[in-house]
């Protein structure tokens, strides 16, 4: 059934708003009458039917306040298409164009009622602010449960110099209570057109259950008092968002969140997951008696001036209990200021990211105060993969910023980097840049050619700690005309001046460069001289013997990169008479004894000298047959060199013409039948080779061939 009541169309309980006028049929002012009419045993709901192309088709002005709101109420002015306010897609506005009587004014009134939802709206003043303190207000709740203001992606906008919630009445009468509210995805402080406005505030007296999610505040302050004896929880304040940044601190003191509790109260709130930002004392704490926890946020207390100090963020008063993070560092904190504790009362303060001081009250002791550690502050972002950002700074009494190179990351695969950095006040700079490349920082290099990137530095290490290490500038396309170079050790000191340094020992080096040596220099840097050092095995003395008039073969381990140097003569000073990069030396042995000595190096690293005496000894008597014929007769069927004595080491090899080994043994007694694998082998010459150490430990070395018979 449809019914026509003074120009409001009625279907069950919607109640179609059709006229943005002040009063009259189809106006806001009668669809909360007729709500308040029908009673609250069924929710009544306040839907809008304008249309228009901009704004001003969906705005309402008021002259005069509205009627309170009834119980079991929404009003929901929130749209998806046509004009609306993006982010919270509210879609009317309420706008009070005056004239303001001594009288307090409110858009809409919450009196005696619970179930009431508003959404969708904007609260706008555009006269301006009034003379009158708290003059204009966008809701005033008094003795009111279970009250909804906004939801994510429904949410209201208060803008103007207004006050955006408030339970204070007027004549000063004490204010009534709030029980159970929630204010979730609104825009407080901002105009219509997202654009910044005067200050703006929420002040609400004897509270409690109070639950702010998802809301962003721009230039506003939140000032919450607890109700007396309450339960369950005071304050939940989640997932919000604050820039109160604007060149000039906020009126009241600056205080973005303003607790304060009450007697007798068995409560908790929780502060947590928000990204808050204001020039000064982001949350003040007073006489709560509950336990508080503090985790997750970002609180970003300071100015916009560079170099400007840390402020306070954290202003704790007579406290019971106040958590500020977790043990378990799951709800680290990012706090840029100081926390303060003032007067009685537990602190706990875990694992926080912390640029600032603490300050506790006299006479504070572990018992009542657990303090762990703090991080250092972490920048992270990302860039093209493989790329180095870098991070400059000054300390803001340098006459030359952003000069000071602080620390650099590479980013990954992902691209991602991370820089951890204990920041004091000052300014910083980021240059995220490819190969290598860095950037600079003030006018030095008018001419392009002048510029030094750091991938234009050619880095030598220092080897064996001699002192080799050397810097210089590769890139010939650079115009080093009237530049001031100067290198300089990680500790500022003079390492050298020009193009080139060299006989660096290992450390960390820049490069300060400037124009005709006048102005600020720019800095590039690091660049890590790295130390090589070389551990050879120690140097031994061993004794070879072997025959007169023979050869032989020195072989020395080899490791790649090694040159091995032979010299017949000790010392330092001795030229060298042969070098090897496989550590093999082929020595021709005369007739008397001689010595040698190798070393081996890598670069500029020398090993000390391994010493060879070579000894001549006769060796163990040996005869060679020539021929031998193995058909089984009885005669000459293996063949063996032929000997009395006995070997340390043993090895014998007889080759066929194509010089494949057909026989070998390491047993002196043991000689060949003239068979491979069981088949007999024709007759022909075979070479054989003997290498041997006797009983007197001498070296033998034999070759030669003997003919085989058929």
Known sequence: MVCLLTGFI??????????????????LRNAIQLAASNGVLEKDSILFTFTGSDMAAYTIHLKTELPPLSSNLLIDGSRNSGVFVPLINAGVILNFLGPLSFNRFHFLRIQDAMDITITGLVFQNLLGPFQFELAVAGIHIT????????????????????????????????????????????????????????NNGIYLARSTQLRFRKNTFVNSILHLVEEENSTGFFVEFSNNRSNNIDGQPISDGSFLLKLDGAENSSASSVIEYNFLHGTDRLLELNNLKHPVQISGNALLSSSTRPCSPVRLAISLNNCKQVTI????????????????????????????????????????????????????????????????????????ADPCPLRTYINSATADEDGNWMISHNFLAGAYFLTSTRNGQSGEFQDMALDPSSKILYNDIKITDDTCNTGSGALEISNPAINLNSLLLEWKTENGELA?????????????????????????PTQIGPFAVQAINIEFPPAVTREIWTEANSKLDLLLESDFGTTFFLFD??????????????????????????????RMQKGTCRSNSNTYRIRIRKAAGLYFPTAFSPNMDGK???????????????????????????????????????????????????????EALDRANVQIRKRGQFLLLR
């Open 496 to 520: 050298g001046n020009g193009k080139t340094i060299s006989g660096l020992p290992a450390g960390t080096y820049y490069l300060e460069s400037s124009k005709g040596g006048a102005g600020c």
């Open 569 to 598: 003569q000790a010392g330092n000073s001795a030229i060298p008479i042969d070098s090897s990069s496989t550590g093999q030396f082929n020595l021709n042995i005369e007739s008397s004894d001689r010595t040698y000595y190798i």
């Open 636 to 690: 000459n069927d293996q063949w063996r060199p032929v000997t009395n004595d006995s070997f340390e080491k043993y090895k014998l090899q007889i080759y066929n013409r194509l010089g494949q080994i057909v026989f070998e043994t390491q047993h002196a007694e043991q000689g060949w039948d003239g068979n491979l694998r069981g088949i007999m082998l024709g007759a022909g010459i075979y070479t054989w080779t003997l």
């Open 143 to 198: 003795n009111a449960q279970r009250i909804q203001i906004g939801a994510e992606g429904q949410g209201n906008l208060f803008s103007g110099a207004l006050i955006s919630l408030v339970n204070e009445t007027r004549n000063n009468t004490p204010a009534g209570t709030i029980e159970n509210l929630l204010v979730e995805g609104n825009l407080f402080g901002l105009s219509s057109q997202l654009e910044k406005t005067a």
């Open 10 to 27: 009625v279907r069950a309980n919607q109640i179609f708003v059709t006229t943005t006028a002040n009063e009259g049929a189809g106006s």
């Open 325 to 396: 993070g977790t043990p378990e560092g799951e709800g680290t904190n990012a706090i840029f200021g100081s926390i303060w504790q003032n007067g009685a009362g537990k602190t706990e303060i875990w694992q926080n990211q912390l640029l600032g001081e603490i300050h506790l009250p006299a006479g504070t002791t572990t018992s009542t105060n657990t303090i762990t550690y703090y991080f250092e502050n972490i920048l992270r972002g990302k860039a093209e993969p493989g790329a180095i950002v870098q991070l400059y700074g000054t300390n803001c």
